[in-house]
């Protein structure tokens, strides 16, 4: 650990280790967005970062450094032995230098800011590395987040020459125009999207409201009332949800085939609350535990009834829960796939994700397909967004006023 500790050994593995995660990155991004093989060097990418840390460490030239270190990454790229190799122009080389050296040299005077030429304290040498940890953390869960977006999204552009002739291609031509669009307008002028957008956002709506109709007073029993065999029901609620649903398939099919509710929309509004209330239940209820006891009794001396005390203090309470509660019901029956494929086989019925699916052929051309995995993502993503923004305003509100 003492000779970690030293700063020119801390310095020069941490920036080696920097410039490998930047080289790969930087070369992937590339890679994406122009379409064009960037294919980065690791050893000579080890090799420049850990001297390119050094010299940030000991500055020997204040900022000058800064802009030398830059040079030298841009100039051995160039020569086409640097941390990114590729089969393109000088052109396309000299922006992923520039990329790549300005992101370099930035990010390691960040991390690196502790670090002196001395042999670092304990707190100094953790400094570093937890700088360092975060910054590869921020990356890593990026890339995993944001290429399959971008790859499915890319995807839906395309058309079918383009995927045949190359499928690792996810540049984006904007010399098409309006016709980049042109799988999205197929979808609904084709393959009756708008309907399918409707009919999952009706199920969707409907499953809410009923989840919450049966949720509340539900969880709030447990959390208030005392009854025979309250702890039971309590510990008992997730159980339901843990069941694995591919157990239940078969008896729900045969069940709808049965009654006749198999291949409606009815089943489906039916079907979907069962698989929430549960989970719906648990976040309630806790969440209803929390809440001052005393307010409600306050509103019991006052006389209100039962219910009245709920409708009018404890709801207002909760909407910072509830709004939790919807949105998270409402993602579950948005994206629900295997009870609407497994009860609709009517076209007319479909919904957004029973509709995807049947996308997914070979008659059908691959772009459609993402393109209606793009229809159903966003939709929901800005719903996400938008709601998460006004619960964290109701938290932050109720946590002043207690």
């Not at 309006?178 to 009706?202: A, M, P, T, W």
């Amino acid at each position: 650990m003492s000779v970690l500790r030293q700063w020119y050994v801390t310095s020069a593995l941490v920036g080696a280790l920097w410039m490998l995660v930047l080289s790969t990155t930087v070369a992937v991004a590339m890679s994406f967005a122009t379409g064009d093989p960037f294919r980065p060097s690791l050893l000579l990418s080890f090799l420049i970062g850990a001297i390119a840390a050094i010299l940030l460490v000991l500055r020997p030239g204040g900022r000058l450094a800064s802009w030398a270190i830059m040079a030298i990454v841009l100039v051995v790229t160039l020569l086409g032995v640097g941390p990114i190799i590729q089969e393109t122009g000088v052109f396309l080389a000299a922006i992923g230098a520039l990329i790549l050296s300005a992101s370099f040299v930035v990010s390691m005077e960040k991390i690196l800011e502790a670090c002196g030429v001395h042999t670092l304290t304990k707190y100094e040498w953790e400094d570093v590395v937890i700088r360092f940890l975060t910054g590869f953390g921020y990356i890593f869960f990026t890339a995993i987040v944001f290429i399959p977006f971008y790859v499915m999204v890319m995807t839906s552009f395309k058309n079918q020459s383009e995927l045949i002739q190359n499928p690792l291609d996810f540049s984006l031509d904007l010399d098409k125009g309006i016709d980049l669009f042109r799988s999205y307008f197929e979808l609904f002028g084709e393959f009756n999207f708008d309907q399918y957008l409707l009919v999952s956002f009706f199920i969707s709506v409907v499953t809410v409201f009923i989840t919450l109709a049966f949720s509340i007073p539900g969880a709030y029993a447990v959390a208030r009332l005392r009854f025979q065999g309250q702890a039971a029901f309590s510990r008992g609620i997730l159980l339901i949800y843990m069941v694995p649903m591919i157990v239940l398939a078969l008896p729900i099919y045969i069940a709808f085939s049965v009654t006749g509710l198999r291949n409606s929309i009815l089943g489906i509004v039916l079907i979907y609350p069962v698989t929430t209330i549960p989970v719906a239940l648990y976040m309630l209820q806790g969440y209803f535990r929390g809440l001052p006891a005393e307010i409600e009794e306050a509103g019991l001396m006052d006389g209100l009834g039962r219910l009245s005390v709920i409708w009018k203090i404890t709801l207002p309470l909760s909407l910072p829960a509830l709004a939790s509660v919807s949105l998270y019901v409402f993602m579950i029956a948005w994206n629900e796939f295997l009870l609407a494929f497994m009860l609709l086989d009517d076209p007319s019925k479909f919904t957004l994700t029973r509709g995807i699916a049947s996308l997914n052929s070979s008659e059908i051309p691959r772009q459609h397909l993402m393109a209606g995995a793009v229809i159903a993502t966003v939709p929901i993503m800005i719903i996400f967004l938008g709601l998460e923004r006004f619960m964290t305003k109701g938290l932050t509100a109720g946590s002043v006023k207690g």
